[in-house]
């Protein structure tokens, strides 16, 4: 596989508080790359700066085109969605409100009502809700919803930041099950920012270790998973 993402050197900042340290790491075309870490190591701070969220410094690189000088914006046009802790869902909005805001970049609108029926096979519960204001949902429901609004996109790289969090274990199980069902399908990349450690590593090929701003680890998620410290540190065992 060739790399969709390519960061190198990536150092990010909140005001003049340096997090990210040279932070290096690569998403493979089709991949699922997982950060770990600690809370407060570096991992949400990663995918603010690779959105443009906050200041940021360094390569990156998609599909090998230089973004660190981009906005927010521009890198979400070059197909980057992001999908942040806390859902991000416009809670007065219907269901369906919010998808279209998803999909307000796209012109296509034929293939915008495809893609509704695509995230609706995936999330039917969203289907019988779609006239239903969003603030009333269930956890899991934003947590649908927010994944298929950043599907509406169209997306080459999928960013999710603890998507489990707050959830009940059947519904994470769901989840991570329609995750592994888009990217194995629709060869949608992803980057995962996920405390569970173990469901991660199950999703992903890839994983890197952040510590304090700093990539301690990396390679294959069957690695990592196999490596002493990583098992007793994440994942319990």
Partial sequence: ???????????AYYGPIQ????LDFVVEEGG????????????????????????RQGDIRLGGRAIVGLSTEA?????????????????DLTVEEN?????????????????????????????ERRKQQAGTLSGGEQQMLAISRALLMRPKLLML????????????????????????????????????ASLALDLADHA???????????????MLRADDAVRRAYLGY
């Fill in 19 to 22: 997090a990210l340290f040279g």
């Fill in 75 to 91: 890198v979400a046009r070059l197909g980057v969605a992001h999908v942040p802790d806390g859902r991000g869902t416009f809670t």
């Fill in 1 to 11: 596989m060739s790399a969709l993402l390519e960061v190198s050197g990536l150092d």
């Fill in 161 to 196: 930041d603890e998507p489990s969090f707050g959830l009940a274990p059947m519904i994470v199980q769901e989840i991570f099950r329609i995750l592994a069902a888009i990217n194995r399908d629709e060869g949608v990349s992803m980057l995962i920012v996920e405390q569970n």
């Fill in 99 to 127: 998808l279209r805001l998803g999909a307000y970049v796209r012109r296509d609108r034929a293939e915008v009502r495809r893609d509704f029926d695509r995230v609706f096979g995936y999330f039917p519960r969203l289907a």
């Fill in 208 to 222: 890197v270790l952040i510590e304090t701003g700093r990539a301690a680890m990396s390679g294959a998620a069957h």
């Fill in 32 to 55: 699922v790359t997982a950060l770990l870490g600690a809370n407060g190591a570096g991992k949400t701070t990663t995918l603010r700066a690779l959105s443009g969220l906050i200041r």
